[in-house]
């Protein structure tokens, strides 16, 4: 009876661990969001190495209103375009040519290139510290493998044809 019950609640974490690792990134987007795992320090203390961080996405039209100060995620300029999260450390130009010179908050200087509004993915919404970590381990093959198979494995294990035993009725009272 125990046995049942652990398997029943490790079934039901798997089911809710799987559930949120698939639904959640792929609503996000539809939410106007794009949820990332930092993988670098250059934000620290803010945003911490391992944070989930969840970006509003903004048009080119909006990236123009932004301002120092605000945190952004971009296309690195270059070959290989990675996603950048940095602070906008000023405003450069005029409406028209808008850029803005971005710096990680651990970084001891400015960036070497200039963000475009065409360029900015979205605006810092939120942060979660190491839920990255986890979601980027969740994501994995091996362990969304493992957790289907523990499911697999409960629904063998579990007999629905078994009964629990009634439980002892009590005596009825005499009015």
Known sequence: ????????????????????????????PQLGYSILTVRSGSMSPKISTGSLIGVQSLSPEEARNLKAGDIITFH???PKSELVT????????????????????ANGIIDTWSVS????????SWDIPVLGYIDAFLTTWPVRTGI???????????????????????PAVAA
């Open 76 to 78: 690195r300029p270059g």
């Open 148 to 170: 289907i198979a523990l499911l697999v494995l409960y629904g063998i294990t579990t007999r629905p044809d078994e009964k629990p035993e009634p439980a002892a009725a009590e």
């Open 117 to 124: 509004p065409e360029m900015v993915v979205g605006q810092l």
């Open 1 to 28: 009876m125990i046995l049942r019950r652990f398997t029943s609640l490790l079934a039901a974490v798997g089911i809710v661990i799987l559930a949120s690792a698939s639904i959640v990134p792929a609503v996000a």
């Open 86 to 105: 940095h602070r906008i450390y000023s405003v450069l130009g005029n409406d028209e040519h808008r850029t803005f010179a971005t710096k990680g908050d």
